[in-house]
């Protein structure tokens, strides 16, 4: 066995562990970093191949161990034949472990096994459901020391294949199991001061998020539904006379003609291009939905195309494989090559040269009800038993179930030079590959960012496209869910994400529907979006009163841009979360390790939402900065000050609780119906105690020209001086004019 270690750069070291005749990592995975030969952090190796440590600066990181070559008694369940490699990060009793993408359990994620492998449930998911559409193998480590400061690490198992993590629970109460089927283990340890550097070095090495269009901050609206062009239109002109802003609105799968990818319904839809175009005079976006199942018919385009290109994945005996989804039989494209992204962003473009804003991946896990040869089997399973008449054993329920993971498992790609890949191998990276391909027709179009909207996902996806969490319900359990699960895919570096607002599944209730889009309002991706069959949720739809209060909340967040821009932008440059756990901001606070009701938005606000049917108070935690030092934390709406420590506030309907930190501040606008209108003011709102610095980034919301300098970059000072308060703007970068032509403090 051997052991290699090698630092990436001050921060990061990478370590492959094999068998004597193995030597390095045959991977798909398009991670990209460079090392820096001019390292010179002392980075060691001690202990022997069983069990070493990785030292930094002569201080222990990472003490591996249990190493082994066969699937770890914790890491049975479910599992194939085949070469394994195992081992346990000894982290200490005491140690708190976050990350691990989306997973629909706990912030904190001790004492529970997760698997990496892209999934469909199925329906709306259930509570600790495992595993769900995407997979982020990556996680932070937090070792509140209860003093001052905190030790933190990072880890990143950079492997497509299923990977499997017990953490803290069946492989010891002191260690995170990590198992999976590979000839060489590939990780790396990522270490940082903070929990924030951690997950910016994290995602220096995967790629920075995306910067979007301004739009894509907007709110959104969406409902699979059978919409014809005259109800599509009517809704959007709803909205304006509504006054109810919103900037985007999407067509999910009926838009299509018998439910084929890049075609329109000509009954529904009979002139796409005419309703972009007032869709577009009205100021909103249109986003559709693109489906990875091409169906299997002669004379329709893509499938003809595609099989005059050979870019679809194969099956076991070397034909295009057959699974069935939305249109029935259907192909999948292959896009680990490189001739099918080709072709996938030539379809792509002529919805893109149409007027369509954005795409929206969805079932790109990939998704199969089921393979030709399941039901083949099954149907001469079915077969023999109507002839011997012994029907015992038949679970058809049980049978469904299995069939999409089954027929995976006959799946069979090509690489560069057509060498035949599992499915296994890849599978993870099907979506990260399908956005590839779809980003390079926005690439096509002139200079226009892109908006890709995935259900499914792997590290680097963020550097491609925004992240929903699939189908939820309409629950007040799922919303409450949906908060650490939004928290930790920014912690696993996809900071641009939200929840389907409202519920996918089953009927919102009215207090429910208002407090989600409250939640929304202040979460990085903001859709509306719900079954078909299930009530409708228009802002609206629940009487005036309702109305109005969510009304507020939509406007709250156009309120909010200014400041949640410049986050976006911090994050696109930075890689760190906009919508982060409270510890990464109050790291030296033992009580925030666990608080996954409360978050916060950059580092000035504390958002308390209702959680709860008819909570007319709420209980919360407003945490104490470093050395237990007790802050003043202002409410947002009232202007009171509350002191660190817990407290129970006000949260009748009408109100969210949020609070300003103290010595922080948010820029914010007037709202406006949607972002294609620049707002006229700006304006400061802060909790002054000493001096408060409030950074504004601005752009021109929708052209890659940022990346040449055109933009703004400033920060504003205010401080207390005799009597009165002073403010000024420092700026760092003036290559575009601020939106700007006022500027005004509020006191409250
Ligand atoms: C999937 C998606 C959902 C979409 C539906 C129909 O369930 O997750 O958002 O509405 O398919 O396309």
Redo the contacts with the bound molecule.
């Keep these: 066995m051997t052991v290699k270690a090698d630092p990436v750069n001050s921060n990061v070291i990478k370590l492959n562990i094999f068998q004597e005749d193995e030597n390095g990592v045959d991977s798909f995975i398009p991670i990209s970093f460079e090392f820096d030969s001019e390292v010179s952090t002392r980075w060691e190796l001690e202990g022997d191949l069983q069990c070493f440590t990785v030292l930094k600066e002569g201080k222990e990181v990472g003490p591996f161990e249990d190493i082994s070559f066969e699937r770890p008694d914790w890491g049975r369940k479910g599992t194939q034949e085949g070469n394994w490699i195992s081992l346990s990060h000894k982290v200490g009793e005491q140690a708190k472990v976050y990350g691990l993408g989306e997973k629909a359990g706990s912030l904190e994620k001790t004492g529970r096994s997760y698997e990496m492998w892209n999934t469909d449930p199925g329906g709306s998911y259930k509570h600790n459901e495992d595993p769900l559409y995407s997979s982020f193998p990556f996680y932070l480590v937090a070792c509140p020391s209860g003093k001052d400061s905190s030790d933190f690490l990072g880890v990143y198992v950079n492997h497509s294949e299923p990977t499997k993590f017990d953490v803290k629970y069946r492989c010891g109460k002191d260690r995170v199991g990590i198992a999976l089927k590979t000839n060489c283990l590939e990780l790396f340890v990522i270490t940082g001061e903070t929990s924030k550097e951690i997950v910016e070095n994290y995602a220096k090495l995967t790629g920075k998020p995306c910067m979007l269009p301004k739009w894509a901050l907007g709110y959104h609206h969406s409902k699979?539904s059978s919409w014809d062009e005259g109800d599509f239109l009517q809704l959007a002109k709803k909205f304006r006379r509504k006054e109810i802003p919103c900037d985007a609105l999407y067509l999910?799968?009926h838009y299509m003609d018998d439910f084929k990818v890049f075609t329109w319904d000509e009954d529904r839809f009979p002139s796409p291009e005419a309703m972009v175009e007032e869709l577009h005079e009205m100021d909103f976006n249109l986003v559709n939905?693109v489906?990875p199942g091409i169906k299997k018919e002669i004379g329709y385009e893509p499938y003809d195309s595609g099989i005059e290109r050979d870019v679809f994945v194969k099956d076991e005996d070397g034909e295009d494989f057959v699974g069935v989804l939305?249109p029935g039989s259907c192909v999948f494209p292959d896009f680990l090559m490189e001739r099918t992204r080709e072709w996938w962003s030539e379809l792509n473009r002529d919805l893109l040269e149409l007027g369509v804003d954005g795409i929206w991946n969805?079932?790109n896990e990939p998704a199969i009800f089921f393979g030709k040869k399941q039901v083949e089997d099954l149907i001469s399973r079915v077969q023999e038993m109507l002839e011997t008449g012994d029907y015992e054993g038949l679970d058809l329920r049980s049978e469904f179930e299995k069939f999409g993971k089954e027929s995976l498992g006959t799946l069979v790609h090509r690489d560069k030079g057509g060498e035949r890949i599992t499915h296994e191998r890849v599978h993870n990276l099907y979506a990260f590959y399908e956005a590839m391909a779809t980003k390079s027709a926005f690439e096509e179009a002139p200079n226009k960012r892109s908006f890709i909207l995935t259900?499914a996902g792997f590290p680097g996806i963020q550097s491609l496209a925004l992240k929903w969490t699939?189908?939820n319900s309409s629950t007040w359990d799922h919303m409450e869910m949906s908060i650490p699960m939004i928290l930790n895919l920014g912690v696993s570096g996809v900071p641009f994400a939200g929840a389907?607002v409202g519920g996918?599944d089953g009927d919102v209730e009215p207090e429910l529907l208002t407090r989600w889009l409250q939640l929304g309002a202040v979460l990085p991706y903001y859709r509306n979006?719900s079954?078909?069959g299930t009530a409708d949720q228009e802002p609206w739809r629940f009487g005036e009163e309702l109305e109005r209060i969510n009304k507020k909340y939509i406007r709250l967040r156009y309120r909010l841009l200014p400041y949640l821009y410049t986050l976006h932008y911090f994050s696109h440059r930075d890689g760190v979360p906009i919508a982060r756990p409270l510890f990464m901001e109050f790291e030296a606070d033992q009580s925030c390790y666990h608080i996954q009701d409360e978050f916060m938005l950059g580092e000035a606000l504390l958002i308390a939402p209702v959680l709860r049917k008819g909570r007319d108070e709420r209980h919360v935690y407003l945490p104490y900065e470093s050395n237990g030092k007790s802050i003043e934390w202002k409410d947002w709406w009232t202007g009171g000050k509350y002191k660190s420590g817990h407290q129970v506030v006000n949260s009748t309907l009408k109100t969210m609780p949020i609070f300003i930190r103290e010595d922080s501040g948010v820029p914010l606008a007037e709202s406006v119906d949607s972002t294609k209108k620049e707002p006229e003011k700006l304006f400061l709102k802060y909790n002054l105690e000493n001096e408060v610095s409030i950074p504004v980034y601005h752009d021109d919301g929708r052209t890659r020209a940022y990346e040449d300098g055109e933009y703004f970059l400033g920060e504003f000072r205010i401080r207390k001086t005799s009597g009165s308060v002073e403010s000024a703007l420092e700026v760092e970068n003036d290559g575009f004019e601020p939106f700007w032509h006022e500027v005004i403090l509020k006191k409250d």
């Design positions: 699979w999910d799968i939905i489906d939305w969805d079932m259900r699939g189908d389907d996918f979006h079954a078909l």
